[in-house]
């Protein structure tokens, strides 16, 4: 099957008290990927470059709590890093994988990072786009974050109503700087109908900002915890909150890394699936090209 014709099987992952949606591609017997998207983005992230993965994996991309089609949180509680780590070794424990690679985006990628660091054993590779651990605390704003977060969680936060589907793509282009065809599949999977119009499916508690972030020092100390080989790619030029000396410091700390560079936006493995296949997984790309795909 041609790459851009192969659909997704769509799956729930179902943790004790929480259902997760994911989408699967390729055979449950190839060797298991679990893809993890980056903040209000979902599984359909990696609709362009699953794939193109298929041939050599079995890959699962969930839709992180809150996002896309899987379940919200409880009225009361919070998203945080310790938590989506959890979930994310819980959905793999249910779907009976007990080794797996990591493939993460953005939030996705720092997750993803914390779950190698947590089960070492469990995770045999780190492939990660624009992301090594989290986003840090620098110690210039910590108060301040502090208080202004728990201020914002006492405020209802009201949903936003669009008329349609292309209104939802147009704000979410203006908010990303992503292109209208790049954004379109994240914006579809994103979105839920109403009596009024279409609103956004994701939980509105994920645009609040975290009370607490780790220090650099304590991401330092938990990036020091992965074994599994890594594969980092990062675009040029480099994100704001990325900076490439501090992504360097990160990766100082990882005992197997491969660092390459792209030019390109924060969404490379969209904008750029085939040189992202290429940069990634070049043992993948070569084989592929000899098929004639």
Known sequence: TPFHLMHATEIEIRLPHLRLAAQAWGKPSAKPLLALHGWLDNSASFDAIAPQLAAEFHVVAIDLPGHGHSEHL???????????????????R???????GLLGHSLGGGIASLVAAAAPERVTGLWLIEALGPLADHGDNTLQRFRQALQARVRSQRKRIFADPNAALAARVAASGMAADHARAIVQRGLRKVSEGYIWASDPRLTLPSPTRLTEAQIL???AGIEAPTHLLLATPETPYLPMAMMRARANQVRDIQISTLAGGHHLHIEQTAAVVQRLFPALAVRDQGVGC
Do not use: K
């Open 94 to 100: 249910e779907l009976g994988w007990s080794h797996y």
């Open 74 to 92: 409880p009225a009361g509680t919070h998203y945080h890093l310790a938590a989506y780590t959890e979930w994310v070794l819980a959905a793999a």
């Open 221 to 223: 100390a938990l990036l």
